[in-house]
């Protein structure tokens, strides 16, 4: 037992086993992955430059977009570095408390990211429903706030988890089949009672996750309600449009989200570990690396700007 402290059942350092069964194809699952997580910097990164730089883009939707891009980064990065270390290198060992620290910015961050969302689909609702209102109600102080507010909620709810998971007793091994550390991946290989941190864990995201998604339904209720109402089609077409990118993140995010949940908790025996673990990675890479993508596509005002600043650049370099 040398990966235990002396005075207590507490393991010195955690082993992540990576993707169980897969082993022999670690190296060429890290290339996708590799690729995913270099598209999210680059993308978000651009994203958030472009919204900073460009006055016209200095309007709530965008900075609220901005704040999903800051988050996505934060979110991914808090575990590929070190899974793409464990796929790579091989280097699997990870200390206890950097395995806690982890856990807490994995959490942190994804609470954060459904957070936003759900302040976007807030901001659609006034923006369709009180267009006249819109830069009134929707002030960078109120952005401001309700970023931090959203920020907060992530910390306050997800530091239990770090207290729950530092203290139980862990006699059975060091060893976590997974990439990287996940609240429950590691609350399993403890020998205690981890009734407490299921429940907990259930109920953080059912206060979180059940939150959100309840305001985002109520939010595209009354715009669709607002949308139909309009006699014009061109206005009923873009009011639509203007929702469109927000609505394919909110499937990007929420689905592998909903997915890894649920079989964490209710699939244990029936769905194979190594699905498991690639979805658990896909559910934190996924929405970093598509939302520049399809806000990209689907934002009119930022595709025009995106490619006005390409031509710029190709004209630029004609004329040297």
């Not at 730089?53 to 999903?68: D, K, N, T, V």
């Not at 997800?158 to 976590?176: A, D, E, M, Q, S």
């Not at 595209?220 to 009011?239: F, G, P």
Request: hydrophobic share 50%; charged share 10%.
């Amino acid at each position: 037992m040398s990966f235990l402290n002396d005075t207590s059942l507490t393991p010195v350092s955690f082993i992540l086993n990576g993707i169980p069964g897969l082993e022999e194809v670690h190296l060429w699952i890290s290339f996708p992955l590799c690729t995913m997580y270099s598209i999210a910097i680059t993308g978000n990164f651009g994203l958030i430059y472009l919204i900073y730089s460009e006055e016209a883009l200095h309007r709530p939707m965008y900075i609220f977009l901005a704040l999903l891009s800051f988050t996505d980064v934060l979110m991914c990065t808090s575990t590929l570095p070190n899974t793409l270390c464990i796929l790579w290198f091989n280097l699997k060992e990870i200390d206890f408390k950097a395995c806690l620290a982890q856990m807490f910015f994995v959490h942190t961050f994804t609470g954060m990211e459904s957070g936003v969302l759900m302040l976007m689909a807030l901001d659609r609702y006034v923006a369709i429903c009180y267009p006249l209102r819109y830069a009134t109600i929707l002030t960078n102080s109120v952005i401001s706030k309700a970023g931090l507010l959203t920020f907060l909620r992530g910390v306050i709810l997800v530091i239990p988890f770090t207290f729950l998971t530092k203290h139980l007793p862990y006699c059975r091994g060091n060893v976590i089949p997974h990439t990287y550390c996940d609240h429950m991946s590691v609350a399993k290989i403890s020998c205690g009672n981890v009734r407490i941190n299921a429940i907990y864990g259930l109920m953080v995201a059912l206060l979180i996750g059940g939150f959100d998604i309840l305001c985002i339904t109520i939010s595209y209720t009354m715009i669709l309600r607002a949308v139909v109402s309009l006699s014009s089609a061109d206005a009923r077409q873009k009011a639509f449009s203007t929702c469109t990118a927000h609505i394919c993140a909110i499937v990007i995010t929420y689905v592998p989200a909903f997915f890894t949940f649920f079989t964490h908790r209710f699939g244990g025996h029936t769905i194979p570990p190594h699905i498991h673990i690639i979805m658990a990675n896909l559910y934190l890479l996924m929405p970093p690396t598509m939302n520049p993508i399809v806000y990209g596509v689907k934002t009119k005002q930022i595709r025009e700007i995106v490619i006005r600043f390409l031509f710029k650049e190709k004209d630029n370099s004609h004329n040297i």
